[in-house]
Structure formats: structure tokens, C-alpha cells
């Protein structure tokens, strides 16, 4: 990508492999969210939904100051009341493609990760941070909440108890307290925070790619139902598998005593 087209550009895109990239590019202002970025990223997430070939997907923020500080303020004190709820639902929508991709997401934290942007990695499966990383809803420091699934998903990952402690009082917590109370999958330094995230990838694209989708879609809506439910869609989770060429593929590859080459199909 030419540099001219990068800086007009307020997501990257990249594929390396079967491994997409996306980047928040806007390192001058933080990476934080206005509404071109939401625009472009809701492109980028329902392109990446749709590629078979993409098996799984890294976020992180340019630069090497911030992952992504939320809201952009200063095009928040230009909206009306009907814009600002009309951006809301735009960053929560974004958000939920986020979680919702049928791919493996991992989140890349770099550096400052505030308000909205806690709230997308919230939105990805895995978590992992610079130990000079900083977190946190910060909502109500500036007199309001957080309005892109931040109130549900930490109390869902961490507890109901800590998660009020956290968003009731703004904090803003270190890498090493966001991994104690399990936000984080792990810390690590910068110069080793991408090819961890890209080693955790690779472990998982080696797997029936079509098994690991349907993984992620069992655990995800059967936690949210009751035990006998969460088993039903298990078994419909596993009965998509069935008929697959990969299941087929991995069994004559364990007779074979040969690593399967599984296709995504």
C-alpha cells in the first residue's frame, strides 16, 4: 500500500496467509474512534466474514503509543443529541461484527486502551498487552457509560462485582492487573506482542478450520443460554462437521501418520 493511500486510509487491511491484519491508523490522535473509522471498519470486518480463506484475524493501533483511547472527543462536541445516538449505535453494531466474526479474534494492545477501544478488544476472543498497557472503562469520568457493550461483556468475562468496581470508578488499570483479573491472556513486551498474538494464531489455522468456527460459535451462544440448551447447539455445532471434507481429511491423515491439509471445506 502506498504511503499517500495509507494516510488517507483510517483502517489497514493486510492478509498474510490465512492471517488478516487490521489496524486502527490514526496514531496522531490516538486511534480513537470517529465515524469514518467505524465506517471503514464495518467494511473491513463483513469483507473478512465472508473470506473462507481467512482463518484468523489480529487488531491492533498504529504506532506504538495506543491501541485505541475510544470516542473521538473532539468530533463528539460537534454532534447534535440525534448524531451521538446515532454514533452509539454505530460503534456497538461495529462491535458486535467484532464479536461475531465466525474467524478467531485476537486483540494486539500496544499501548492506551480506553472507553471504546477497551470495548473492541472486549469484543475479540483473545487478549494480549504491552506490559507498559494501560486500560479501562472510562465512561463516567466524562459523565456517561459505556455504550458499546462495555457493561455487559467485562461483568460476563471477569465477574459482576469487579467489572461494577472498574466502570463505576473509571479506573484505569496496568497489564499486569488487567491479566490477575483475566482480561488478558497474557503480557509481554512490545517487541514481542505481534508474533505472540502470531504464534497463538498459527497454533490454532493449524486445526480444521471449520472445527474451530464452530468451537467459537458453541461456547459463544451456549454461554449465554442454560446448560441443556448450550449442549443442544453443541450438538448442532458438531453436526455441521459431519459432513466435511476436513473431517474426512483428518481421519486419513491419522491412519497415514501425516499432518492433515485441511481445506475449509
Request: aromatic share 8%.
Amino acid at each position: 500500500m502506498g504511503n499517500e493511500v495509507a494516510a488517507k486510509t483510517k483502517v489497514l487491511f493486510e492478509k498474510e496467509g490465512h492471517l488478516a491484519y487490521v489496524t486502527l491508523n490514526r496514531p496522531d490522535e490516538l486511534n480513537c474512534f470517529d465515524y469514518e473509522v467505524l465506517t471503514q471498519l464495518e467494511g473491513i470486518l463483513d469483507q473478512i466474514r465472508f473470506d473462507k480463506g481467512i482463518r484468523a484475524v489480529i487488531f491492533t493501533g498504529a504506532g506504538d503509543r495506543s491501541f485505541s483511547t475510544g470516542a473521538d472527543l473532539k468530533e463528539r462536541r460537534t454532534m447534535s443529541e440525534a448524531q451521538v445516538r446515532q454514533f452509539i449505535h454505530k460503534i456497538r453494531s461495529v462491535f458486535d461484527m467484532v464479536e461475531e466474526l465466525p474467524q478467531p479474534t485476537i486483540a494486539a494492545i500496544n499501548g492506551f486502551c480506553f472507553g471504546g477501544g477497551f470495548e473492541m478488544a472486549l469484543a475479540c476472543d483473545f487478549r494480549y498487552a504491552v506490559d507498559s498497557a494501560n486500560m479501562g472503562l472510562t465512561e463516567v469520568s466524562l459523565a456517561i457509560i459505556p455504550g458499546a457493550g462495555g457493561t455487559q461483556r467485562l461483568p460476563r468475562l471477569i465477574g459482576k462485582g469487579k467489572a461494577k468496581e472498574l466502570i463505576f470508578t473509571g479506573r484505569r488499570i496496568d497489564a499486569v492487573t488487567a491479566e490477575k483479573l483475566g482480561i488478558l491472556n497474557g503480557v509481554t513486551t512490545r517487541e514481542d506482542l505481534l508474533p505472540k498474538c502470531r504464534g497463538l494464531a498459527e497454533e490454532i489455522m493449524q486445526n480444521g478450520p471449520l472445527a474451530v468456527m464452530q468451537a467459537k460459535y458453541a461456547i459463544n451462544y451456549g454461554m449465554e443460554a442454560d446448560l441443556k440448551t448450550g449442549l443442544k447447539i453443541e450438538t448442532k455445532a458438531y453436526e455441521v462437521i459431519i459432513p466435511t471434507k476436513d473431517r474426512i481429511e483428518a481421519l486419513n491423515a491419522f491412519s497415514e501418520k501425516r499432518k492433515p491439509e485441511f481445506k475449509g471445506e
